[in-house]
């Protein structure tokens, strides 16, 4: 029995756009990956809009593509952030210094506030979703030196 929020099949047993109600289905084709500003990241980046937000303060779910040893500038989020690993491996590392390796299926929380990196391992590119509230991302207008990433 279909609910408010059951979904037509096409032919091609894809999901199309829902039956009733807002909810709609994005084909992974429709995904528009853009390269990520240079002045906030290291290497090559790019970005895919997967959820933008209604409004500043609204839910943001940002898919991001690190070419081996790419990584973001350091930053903190109002509300924190959460960051679900897709594929491949990679890293987030606070100002305190302390280092998180992840891998495809890992999600690591970054707490309301904390100023921190993360970007791919040197050997493997790295996806990640990025799940943010609480407005834009705050830079803190220095970029992560080879040292800091190297760990030393």
Same mark, same amino acid.
């Given at each position: 029995?279909?609910?408010?929020? #059951?979904?037509? *099949?096409?032919?091609?047993?894809?999901?199309? +756009?829902?039956?009733? &109600? =807002?909810?709609?289905?994005?084909?992974? %084709?429709?995904?528009?990956?853009?390269?990520?500003?240079?002045?906030?990241?290291?290497?090559?980046?790019?970005?895919?809009?997967?959820?933008?937000?209604?409004?500043?303060?609204?839910?943001?779910?940002?898919?991001?593509?690190?070419?081996?040893?790419?990584?973001? #500038?350091?930053? *903190?989020?109002?509300?924190?952030?959460?960051? +679900?690993?897709?594929? &491949? =491996?990679?890293?987030?590392?606070?100002? %305190?210094?302390?280092?998180?390796?992840?891998?495809?299926?890992?999600?690591?929380?970054?707490?309301?506030?904390?100023?921190?990196?993360?970007?791919?391992?040197?050997?493997?590119?790295?996806?990640?979703?990025?799940?943010?509230?609480?407005?834009?991302?705050?830079?803190?207008?220095?970029?992560?030196?080879?040292?800091?990433?190297?760990?030393?």
């Amino acid at each position: 029995m279909a609910g408010p929020c #059951a979904t037509r *099949r096409g032919s091609d047993n894809t999901a199309a +756009y829902p039956m009733s &109600g =807002s909810m709609r289905r994005i084909d992974a %084709a429709a995904l528009e990956w853009e390269p990520a500003p240079e002045e906030w990241f290291t290497g090559e980046v790019w970005f895919g809009e997967i959820a933008p937000p209604d409004t500043p303060e609204a839910l943001n779910v940002l898919g991001v593509r690190f070419a081996p040893s790419a990584r973001t #500038a350091w930053h *903190r989020h109002v509300a924190g952030q959460v960051l +679900y690993f897709v594929e &491949g =491996s990679g890293l987030v590392v606070n100002e %305190a210094g302390d280092r998180v390796t992840a891998d495809a299926g890992d999600t690591v929380v970054v707490p309301a506030g904390e100023v921190h990196w993360h970007g791919a391992s040197a050997e493997t590119a790295v996806i990640h979703l990025s799940i943010t509230s609480g407005g834009p991302t705050e830079w803190m207008g220095r970029k992560v030196t080879d040292a800091e990433y190297r760990g030393g």
